[in-house]
């Protein structure tokens, strides 16, 4: 088995070839954007430095959200330690934008699991839901991967609908990622038919996937963790919010205060890792690529079914293995974290998280607790079983970590 493995990974090596180098050139491009982004807003060593206490107008952070709203060619950005995870982000957002008797419509279908307990719809049920304080709640599945946007059309016509949810990955679903090609397809037909609603793009693991991002393509506001994509491992807290300058704003306002805004909000030593973690974020964001490119294409060759497929336009970092088998499951993620650096001698196994309806296996030998960004895997235990993994801060280890998980499954 080791012997014919070996030889299928070199097979592999070579049959992806000229994928990989594709995702070498959108990353070229992103570091590109990245670095001019630096350039253009004038980063100087000051901007390293942290502020305690209430943070007012600290120079660095300010510094960063700038440089944020240069790469996402958005009008202001809220980029803070104090948002704890893209949830938080999330959550602080539909909060801030949403009144009582307003309606949220998410035109990508069901939520992600946590987001399910935000908004007050699942199992999972919460006092502070956005149902509890009087926020409607609508959603059109999509169709055929794709948007229904004769449906969506027809829905925001009426010009009742305050925002518009796009949740660029797949969550715990079965569905594709969406890319930036029909966010952008979308949004021009919803221009068509109102020109007021809100739309606010879910970008977590989608970020430096392709060469654009949602606002370039008309969203109002998006919405992302430093755990994930842009925190390339190397950020240690964070989420980020993006967008319109008077939608921010209401945002930092329900962050912090009214009236206070993103004039306080002390970054605690987190500059330089913000800092830093952003400019490698395109390198690392295309080892994850490159990690999943090189698990789907071996792991299909092994007899599982992948998505997306090893040579499919990507949208997000997220690959998906269906193992149609609980154990397999379990082994397949206990594989990955003996394959960690951190706790590689840990056996994860399924139990009850908060915000998930299903127990839940999730392994990541992490640098930083949560981290997605470094090379993870995690699933529901519900049928048909499917591992969720995502990230690999070099390609080299996520190799490696996939080799280690494969083995583990097959053999034990």
């Known amino acids: 088995m080791q012997q014919n493995l070996q030889e299928l990974k070199e097979n592999v090596e070579k049959e992806i070839e000229l994928v990989l180098k594709q995702v070498d050139n959108i990353c070229e491009k992103n570091s590109r954007k990245v670095l001019e982004a630096f350039q253009k807003c004038h980063l100087q060593e000051q901007h390293l430095n942290s502020y ?129 090609d029909k966010i952008e397809k979308i949004i021009k037909e919803i221009r068509k038919v109102n020109t007021d609603v809100i739309i606010m793009v879910d970008n977590c693991y989608g970020e430096f996937v392709e060469e654009k991002e ?36 209401l945002c930092a306002e329900r962050l912090t205060a009214p009236g206070i805004g993103k004039e306080i909000g002390p970054s605690l030593n987190q500059n330089p890792l913000f800092i830093k973690g952003l400019f490698f974020a395109p390198s690392v964001v295309a080892s994850s690529l490159k990690t999943a490119i090189f698990a789907s294409c071996i792991l299909e060759k092994l007899g599982y079914n992948v998505e997306p497929k090893y040579d499919e336009k990507r949208a997000d970092i997220v690959q998906t293995i269906h193992l149609g088998d609980e154990n397999k499951l379990i082994k397949f993620c206990q594989g990955i974290q003996s394959g960690s650096p951190i706790d590689s001698d840990i056996i994860p196994y399924p139990g009850d998280m908060g915000g998930y309806e299903d127990k839940v296996i999730m392994a990541a030998g992490t640098f930083t607790q949560g981290s997605t960004i470094e090379l993870s895997c995690d699933g529901p235990i519900r049928e048909p079983y499917i591992a969720y993994m995502q990230g690999g801060l070099t390609y080299e280890y996520g190799k490696l970590g996939i080799m280690k998980a494969i083995e583990f499954m097959e053999n034990t």
Do not use: C, W
């Not at 949602?214 to 506001?221: C, H, N, R, S």
């Not at 430093?226 to 939608?247: D, R």
């Open 214 to 249: 949602p606002i370039e393509v008309g969203a109002d506001i998006i919405v992302g963790s430093l755990m994930k994509n842009l925190g390339a491992g190397i950020a240690t807290s964070g989420a980020y919010i993006s967008g319109k300058k008077e939608l921010v704003k």
């Open 52 to 180: 305690t206490g209430y943070g007012i107008d600290e120079p660095g952070r300010d510094k960063i959200e700038e440089i944020y709203s240069h790469i996402f060619k958005a009008e202001d950005s809220l980029v803070r330690a104090q948002l704890i995870s893209g949830t938080h982000a999330l959550a602080i957002t539909l909060s801030a934008l949403l009144r009582p008797n307003d309606t949220m419509l998410s035109i990508t279908g069901e939520p992600y699991d946590t987001l399910q307990t935000v908004i007050g719809i699942g199992k999972e049920t919460s006092d502070s839901s956005l149902k509890s304080y009087g926020i409607n709640y609508e959603q059109i599945d999509l169709l055929n991967n794709d948007f229904n946007y004769e449906k969506i059309k027809e829905r925001l016509s009426t010009k009742n609908v305050k925002l518009v949810e796009i949740q660029r990955s797949r969550g715990y679903s079965t569905r594709k990622s969406i890319n930036i």
